[in-house]
């Protein structure tokens, strides 16, 4: 079960999902072994498409996975946002050479498995990571000079310290911050991910495409160089069940997007089998560690997915935390308090932020023309300079 190992006292890592993954490999690239636990049987990610910002290729070329990152996505051209109900278009923000030149590093959108795969296979290379499935961090140890982990196979595992990479419903955080509970915020969303010779010639577009409806949105882009497309519809819903990809139901979604534009119910007719996520996230907290233990990604400050940050924080969270820990390696409480301070405002706006988005996509009546005059009334650098605090970082 467990692949590789290093010499000194590993950093241990709960949870083994693009956060988890990436942060093992920026440790081990600065030197340092690591025991990552993954609860599931294997390492794998749920089919999906994920939009990745212009700040995850600075971080990722930092650590030399930016090549390897985009040789498996889709560049789209534009991303473009139109109105459901009447098909308007209400803006259209080039991702092509002028947006390069704003922000120096690309736009794209890559499937789930891809971008974990790619880290997957960066750490299988490294002889200081040891990946452990079937692991489960059920509670834990701060014994000052080292940290000790129990796992649900019985085993101790011991290290100088645990970083919690689990997720919405992180164990790790129950302990160091305490806050119940994720907030669950009334939202579904219903993924699939369709073959590009299914989905139909004139629908097909290769830019990332948002229809924002009356308390609804769909997006769609292609992913895998091309050659299959991601389908997202989110609508309000009181529906509530813990955990994530549970299979949605047709008739609530009908339900929601009746009305809308033919382009957008095509698309949904195609979908036979939707998977279901009901969306939640948390008030931005500024104190995520505790001693040698701390919490990175969705563990640390979970987000809505409407700035599509969730993972690029992630990484970011990776290669900020690997930092520190090199500069102070033998004061890791240190190191942890540093990291946080470098991330909380940042991670903390983008939580803020995606509810806003969430609350413009899903827009009514004259709100949602006050979106559409204020959207469509600016240039591509106006709408570049409307991210750029976000693009621009970290
Ligand atoms: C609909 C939707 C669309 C999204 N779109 C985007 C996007 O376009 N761009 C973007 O950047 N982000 C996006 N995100 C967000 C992104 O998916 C998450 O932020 C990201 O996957 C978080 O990664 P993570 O490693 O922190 O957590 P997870 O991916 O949740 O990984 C946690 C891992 O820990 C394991 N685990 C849990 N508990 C334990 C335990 N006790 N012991 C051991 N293992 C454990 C789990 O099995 C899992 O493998 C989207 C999210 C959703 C829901």
């Not at 164990?171 to 907030?183: H, Q, S, T």
């Not at 979106?371 to 605090?389: C, F, I, K, M, N």
Request: with cysteine; glycine share 10%; proline share 5%.
């Amino acid at each position: 079960m467990a692949s590789t190992n290093g010499g000194a006292s590993p950093f241990l890592i709960a949870g083994g999902g693009i956060g988890g993954l990436v942060t093992a490999y920026a440790l081990a690239r600065q030197g340092f072994p690591v025991r990552l636990f993954e609860q599931s049987s294997e390492f794998r990610e749920v089919g999906a498409g994920i939009q990745l910002g212009p700040n995850v290729f600075r971080v990722l070329e930092k650590i030399g996975l930016k090549e390897e990152v985009l040789a498996d996505a889709h560049r789209p051209p534009a991303q473009e946002m139109r109105d459901a109900l009447t098909g308007k278009l209400i803006t259209r923000i080039p991702l092509g050479d002028q947006f390069f030149k704003r922000f120096g590093q690309p736009y794209a959108v890559t499937h789930r498995a891809d971008i974990h795969g790619t880290f997957l296979k960066a750490c299988q290379g490294s002889n200081l990571i040891t990946l452990e499935t079937n692991r489960r961090v059920d509670a834990y140890e701060d014994r000052g000079d080292h940290v000790s982990v129990s796992l649900n196979n019985g085993e101790i595992a011991t290290g100088r310290a645990l970083i919690g990479c689990d997720g919405m419903w992180s164990k790790v955080r129950e302990r160091v911050v305490g806050d119940g509970k994720p907030r669950v915020s009334g939202h579904i969303a219903y993924r699939a991910v369709l073959k590009r010779k299914d989905v139909p010639e004139d629908l097909w577009r290769p830019d990332v495409v948002l229809w924002a409806g009356p308390r609804t949105h769909f997006v769609h882009y292609p992913l895998r160089r091309g050659e299959l497309y991601n389908l997202v519809a989110v609508f309000h819903s009181d529906h509530y069940e813990e955990g994530w990809d549970a299979e949605g139901s047709k008739e609530l979604l009908w339900e929601h997007f009746k009305g809308e534009m033919p382009q957008v119910l095509r698309m949904l007719e195609r979908i036979n089998t939707w998977r279901m996520w009901v969306l939640c996230d948390r008030e931005p907290v500024k104190n995520w560690s505790q001693g040698n233990v701390t919490l990175l990604g969705d563990a640390a400050h979970p987000m809505l997915q409407y700035l599509a940050q969730g993972a690029c924080m992630a990484t970011e969270d990776a290669v900020v935390l690997a930092d520190e820990v090199a500069a102070t390696p033998d004061d890791l409480p240190t190191a942890f308090q540093r990291y946080q301070q470098a991330r909380y405002l940042r991670t903390g706006r983008v939580q803020i932020m995606a509810r806003v988005y969430g609350e413009f996509y899903h827009a009514r009546g004259v709100t949602a023309e006050l979106r559409d005059l204020a959207l469509g009334g600016r240039t591509p650098q106006q709408s570049y300079d409307g991210v750029a605090w976000l693009y621009g970082g970290p």
